[in-house]
């Protein structure tokens, strides 16, 4: 009977330390490396789902005709010639293919798409513009559509530009919003009121002190983007929240043996 209750109790510490100290998985731009897939394509962000981690993140634009568009670089390569996403009309970019045979995704079909997703959140991040009204209007117009199909609550949003941050922590107080810039410390980023800190591993690596600072903060603490078994293992030891990865089942893997 009392090796029973020791057993019970041995598996509540083991349990309840794994679950304070398991990190979660974001898959960098969806989960592209694999067949048929593509960075920020509709198929990346299902099958980000389909292997059940936290979040799938993905980058969004503002096409020169004011609509929003997912895609990472500030350029696209359409018939051979390079355009540049903000300044090229909605019409013209719906022509650009992705490496999978994907049309270059609109937001309002990236959400559409994402409803339907049962396991992961989705990770928009906001990528910096030209002009402050710009960026206004994209973070303005992706919000809305996200309140308007009721996907707030699995909803998160990121930038590197402190106008973005702001802007979204206005336009919806509830959501979580991260910083990824790196150049700001957590009692910075709780006076702006943010969720926490989105920095690359190496900031993380130089001032692991911010982890636990951010924690005391009530601050969450995510890291970009980790990819070799090194460099998961350093940031799965500086106990961080969420670690983005382009390798989501080699962090899974690794976290499984930890
Ligand atoms: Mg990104």
């Given at each position: 009977?009392?090796?029973?209750?020791?057993?019970i109790?041995?598996?509540?510490?083991?349990?309840?330390?794994?679950?304070?100290n398991?990190?979660?998985?974001?898959a960098?731009?969806?989960?592209w490396k694999?067949d048929?897939?593509?960075?920020?394509?509709?198929?990346?962000?299902?099958?980000?789902?389909?292997?059940s981690?936290?979040?799938?993140?993905?980058?969004?634009?503002?096409?020169?005709d004011?609509?929003p568009?997912?895609n990472?670089?500030?350029?696209?390569m359409?018939?051979?010639v390079?355009i540049?996403v903000?300044e090229?009309?909605l019409?013209t970019?719906?022509?650009?293919?992705?490496?999978n045979?994907?049309?270059?995704?609109?937001?309002?079909?990236?959400?559409?798409?994402?409803?339907a997703?049962?396991?992961?959140?989705?990770?928009i991040e906001?990528?910096t513009?030209?002009?402050?009204?710009?960026?206004e209007?994209?973070a303005?117009k992706?919000?809305?559509?996200?309140?308007?199909?009721?996907?707030q609550?699995?909803?998160?949003y990121?930038?590197?530009?402190?106008h973005?941050?702001?802007?979204?922590?206005?336009?919806?107080?509830?959501?979580?919003?991260?910083?990824?810039?790196?150049?700001l410390?957590?009692?910075?980023l709780?006076?702006?009121?943010?969720?926490?800190?989105?920095y690359?591993?190496?900031v993380v690596?130089?001032?692991?002190e911010?982890?636990q600072?951010?924690?005391?903060?009530?601050?969450?603490v995510?890291?970009?983007?980790?990819?070799t078994?090194?460099?998961i293992r350093?940031?799965?030891?500086?106990?961080?929240?969420?670690i983005?990865?382009?390798?989501?089942?080699?962090?899974?893997e690794?976290?499984?043996?930890?």
């Amino acid at each position: 009977m009392k090796r029973n209750a020791t057993t019970i109790l041995l598996f509540i510490l083991l349990f309840s330390t794994t679950a304070v100290n398991a990190q979660q998985i974001i898959a960098h731009r969806g989960y592209w490396k694999t067949d048929g897939s593509a960075q920020n394509s509709i198929t990346a962000l299902m099958k980000a789902d389909s292997i059940s981690v936290y979040g799938s993140e993905v980058d969004v634009w503002l096409s020169s005709d004011g609509v929003p568009v997912a895609n990472h670089d500030a350029t696209v390569m359409l018939n051979g010639v390079k355009i540049t996403v903000e300044e090229t009309p909605l019409s013209t970019l719906r022509q650009v293919k992705l490496s999978n045979g994907e049309t270059l995704p609109t937001v309002e079909e990236y959400l559409d798409a994402f409803a339907a997703c049962s396991h992961t959140r989705l990770i928009i991040e906001f990528k910096t513009h030209s002009q402050k009204e710009r960026e206004e209007e994209l973070a303005r117009k992706v919000i809305k559509m996200v309140h308007e199909r009721g996907l707030q609550e699995k909803v998160e949003y990121i930038a590197f530009g402190i106008h973005f941050v702001l802007q979204a922590r206005q336009l919806d107080p509830q959501a979580a919003v991260y910083y990824l810039n790196g150049d700001l410390s957590p009692g910075d980023l709780s006076v702006m009121g943010l969720a926490g800190f989105d920095y690359h591993h190496s900031v993380v690596a130089k001032k692991p002190e911010w982890v636990q600072a951010a924690h005391e903060l009530g601050q969450m603490v995510n890291v970009w983007t980790v990819n070799t078994p090194e460099d998961i293992r350093k940031m799965i030891g500086l106990k961080v929240d969420f670690i983005t990865t382009d390798e989501p089942l080699l962090v899974k893997e690794i976290l499984q043996q930890q």
